[in-house]
Nanobody, 118 residues
Framework: VQLVESGGGSVQAGGSLRLSCHASGLPFSSRDMGWFRQAPGRERELVTAVSWSGLSKFYINSVKGRFTISRDTNTNTGYLQMNNLKPEGAGCYYC????????????WGQGTQVLVAS
């Protein structure tokens, strides 16, 4: 069972990136999914999450209107579309998954780096 992220890179402020998270070895449709971010010198924080059904989504205030979380249960892949990126959005982004009834995420990807130049 593993989660593999891709799509990170370097962009200018105001640019866009789309991160992908492919899950293998488990049915993604039965799990909540989240994207976390860890900036240098800071704690890892939850940026956005989607419920196993796809009906409930959460975003931190600083990304509302700019980031969109989605998932494709047919391909077992989750996505994070990031538009109008700001320098403070830089960091290592991790996707994670948990059973819908659990309080903690128990599956993590290896992370993908996002750099935003001002």
């Amino acid at each position: 069972v593993q989660l593999v992220e891709s799509g990170g890179g370097s962009v200018q402020a105001g640019g866009s990136l789309r991160l992908s998270c492919h899950a293998s070895g488990l049915p993604f449709s039965s799990r909540d999914m989240g994207w976390f971010r860890q900036a240098p010198g800071r704690e890892r924080e939850l940026v956005t999450a989607v419920s196993w059904s796809g009906l409930s989504k959460f975003y931190i205030n600083s990304v509302k209107g700019r980031f969109t979380i989605s998932r494709d249960t047919n391909t077992n892949t989750g996505y994070l579309q990031m538009n109008n990126l700001k320098p403070e959005g830089a960091g290592c982004y991790y996707c994670a998954a948990k059973p819908y009834a659990a309080s903690k995420y128990d599956l993590w990807g290896q992370g993908t780096q996002v750099l935003v130049a001002s």
